[in-house]
T-cell receptor
Framework: QQPVQSPQAVILREGEDAVINCSSS?????VHWYRQKHGEAPVFLMI?????EQKGHEKISASFNEKKQQSSLYLTASQLSYSGTYFC??????????FGAGTTVTVRA | ETGVTQTPRHLVMGMTNKKSLKCEQH?????MYWYKQSAKKPLELMFV???????ENNSVPSRFSPECPNSSHLFLHLHTLQPEDSALYLC???????????????FGEGSWLTVV
């Protein structure tokens, strides 16, 4: 079953922060975050394994709450290059990822 | 450059045509995937090949036929498609480890398909 992402879209000014949430109805083994710019391949950002860990990629970080079956992606001090569509992919213990519908982030100068 | 190369990048085909999409991965991975990406819809997993054996077919219509001749190459053969099949088709690869994951999937740039 596919995870639910929120919000669907967010508009930011450079330097502002945002949070993207990803929730699943099933127990999760891992959560993967990707960013896709228009006309390009989704690019891997980070993977979080069960254990409640938090990871970071530049000024983008994420947390994984195994008990709540959800993950959050934090965009801190956003830059123009952060614009794109962010997808979470969830894995329930096998090798398959189910992706959310995506969150479109627009960062304006 | 993600290490996964797809051709062609753009394809327009009629409903009676037969065409193929090609994917090649240079990452030494042992699993390859086809995903379909339609506007405002989640990525849909179509097929999974692990060690050249198809291990997943998510109720995909028979007008889509995958082929995996070796661990580096994956094809998607298309015939008698419908206009609603127009979408971005993404190939991906990963290194499966003992049936568990936590491994990263790397995507190609995708093939934009338009069925007229």
């Amino acid at each position: 079953q596919q995870p639910v992402q929120s919000p669907q879209a967010v508009i930011l000014r450079e330097g502002e922060d945002a949070v993207i949430n990803c929730s699943s109805s099933k127990a999760l083994y891992s959560v993967h975050w990707y960013r896709q710019k228009h006309g390009e391949a989704p690019v891997f950002l980070m993977i979080l394994l069960k254990g409640g860990e938090q990871k970071g990629h530049e000024k983008i970080s994420a947390s994984f709450n195994e008990k709540k079956q959800q993950s959050s992606l934090y965009l801190t001090a956003s830059q123009l290059s952060y614009s794109g569509t962010y997808f979470c992919g969830t894995e329930g213990g096998d090798y398959k990822l189910s992706f959310g519908a995506g969150t479109t982030v627009t960062v304006r100068a | 450059e993600t290490g996964v190369t797809q051709t062609p990048r753009h394809l327009v085909m009629g409903m009676t045509n037969k065409k193929s999409l090609k994917c090649e991965q240079h990452l030494g991975h042992n699993a390859m995937y086809w995903y379909k990406q339609s506007a405002k819809k989640p990525l849909e997993l179509m097929f999974v090949y692990s060690l050249e054996e198809r291990v997943e077919n998510n109720s995909v219509p028979s007008r889509f036929s995958p082929e995996c001749p070796n661990s580096s190459h994956l094809f998607l053969h298309l015939h008698t498609l419908q206009p609603e099949d127009s979408a971005l088709y993404l190939c991906a690869s990963s290194q499966r480890q003992g049936g568990r994951s936590g491994n990263t999937i790397y995507f190609g740039e995708g093939s934009w398909l338009t069925v007229v």
